[in-house]
Structures are given as C-alpha cells and as structure tokens.
C-alpha cells in the first residue's frame, strides 16, 4: 500500500512540477520573442531600444524607448489613424473623424488625443507659424500655405506618399519624400521636443 501511495504522489509532483514549467514558459515566450524582435515591452506598450521609431510591416510605428511620454503618445495617436482615408477638411470640425487631410492629421497626432502640444485644430497655415523655427529633437512640423506633414522620432506621418502606398494619413522610412511638397526651411519645433 506505502509503494502505491508513494507512486500516486511521485506523480502529483510531476503533473504539478510540469504545470509549473508550462506555465513559466507561457509567461516567457511572449517576452522572448519581443526581446528577439528588438522590442521591449512595458506592460501593455511596446517600444524599440534607442532615440528612432521603428516602422513595422504592418505599417505602425513603435516608439523609442528614450522617447519623452508626449513622443510616444504621439505616435500612438498617428497609428491610430493610419489609413484613415483622405477627407480634405477631415480632421477640422472635431478631432475624432471618418478621414484626415494632412493638417487634421498632424492636429490629431499634436492635439489631446497626442503629444498634447495644441488645444485646437490647425491649418497647414497655422502651423507654418506654430512653435519656434528650425528642428525639433523628437518633433518637427514642415508646413507652409499648401501642406502639413510631421517628423517624429526619424519616421515621417504625411497624407501624402506614405509607405504603404494607401491614401491616407501614414508612416514613411522617407523623410526626403516630404519635401517634394513643402520645403525643408518650413520646419518648425516646440521647446524641449
């Protein structure tokens, strides 16, 4: 009776014993596989190591972990309207929209919903006088009369020639793209970002 005991709690101890490594390695995996993507995740927020975002394959952008809290919220605002379609005017009449043109959309990544760096929506105009001149570290706005784009953290958010190829508010490697519509002295910064 003792050796048959014995067995039956030999094999609660393995069943638990393997419980426990099973488990273990669901809470790891998740980790692992970040860490070997070159992210890192901080709860529920993901970032890349260093000062540059890193665009993904399926078109959103990835903060840096350097980044300041009004960076990365940035750039969680512009992925949330990335392929929003391109409704001129979108954007203007509230900051949440079916579609975005080029100024809706760098309000929406700049506004409440963003970096918190403007209360209310702006004209590419507004922005060609918005913050200081010259280029921001993190931030930096190129608008004149006619277009609106933003830089931010190296990766370039426009309505006009994303990487995808889809109308649209999105993401470009290709800041130099930008400025077949707006020139590069049009650039434009906050303090501090």
Same mark, same amino acid.
């Given at each position: 009776?003792?050796?048959?005991?014995?067995?039956?709690?030999?094999?609660?101890?393995?069943?638990?014993?393997?419980?426990?490594?099973?488990?273990?390695?669901?809470?790891?995996?998740?980790?692992?596989?970040?860490?070997?993507?070159?992210?890192?995740?901080?709860?529920?927020?993901? +970032?890349? @190591?260093?000062? =540059?975002?890193?665009? $993904?394959?399926?078109? =959103?952008?990835?903060?840096?972990?350097?980044?300041?809290?009004?960076? =990365?919220?940035? !750039?969680?605002?512009?992925?949330? !309207?990335?392929?929003? @379609?391109?409704?001129?005017?979108?954007? *203007?009449? &509230?900051? $949440?929209? &079916?579609?975005?043109?080029?100024?809706?959309?760098?309000?929406?990544?700049?506004? @409440?919903?963003?970096?918190?760096? !403007?209360?209310?929506?702006? +004209?590419?105009?507004?922005?060609?006088?918005?913050?200081?001149?010259?280029?921001?570290?993190? !931030?930096?706005?190129?608008?004149?009369?006619? *277009?609106?784009?933003?830089?931010?953290?190296?990766?370039?958010?426009? +309505?006009?020639?994303?990487?995808?190829?889809?109308?649209? @508010?999105?993401?470009?490697?290709?800041?130099?793209?930008?400025?077949?519509?707006?020139? &590069?002295?049009?650039? &434009? *910064?906050?303090?501090?970002?």
């Amino acid at each position: 009776m003792q050796a048959n005991e014995k067995r039956s709690q030999g094999g609660r101890l393995r069943r638990w014993s393997l419980g426990v490594l099973v488990s273990l390695a669901a809470l790891t995996l998740p980790a692992t596989a970040l860490a070997a993507s070159g992210g890192v995740s901080t709860g529920a927020q993901q +970032t890349v @190591p260093g000062d =540059k975002a890193k665009l $993904k394959r399926n078109g =959103k952008a990835v903060p840096p972990a350097n980044a300041p809290a009004r960076v =990365k919220r940035a !750039i969680r605002a512009a992925n949330r !309207i990335d392929n929003k @379609p391109y409704v001129w005017g979108g954007g *203007h009449a &509230r900051w $949440k929209s &079916r579609g975005y043109d080029c100024s809706g959309a760098v309000s929406y990544v700049l506004g @409440p919903r963003g970096a918190r760096l !403007i209360k209310r929506p702006m +004209t590419s105009g507004d922005f060609s006088r918005w913050g200081r001149k010259g280029k921001g570290r993190w !931030i930096t706005v190129y608008g004149d009369s006619d *277009h609106v784009f933003v830089v931010i953290a190296g990766l370039r958010f426009d +309505t006009s020639q994303p990487d995808d190829g889809e109308s649209g @508010p999105g993401w470009s490697r290709n800041v130099k793209l930008g400025f077949r519509n707006v020139a &590069r002295k049009a650039a &434009r *910064h906050k303090v501090g970002l």
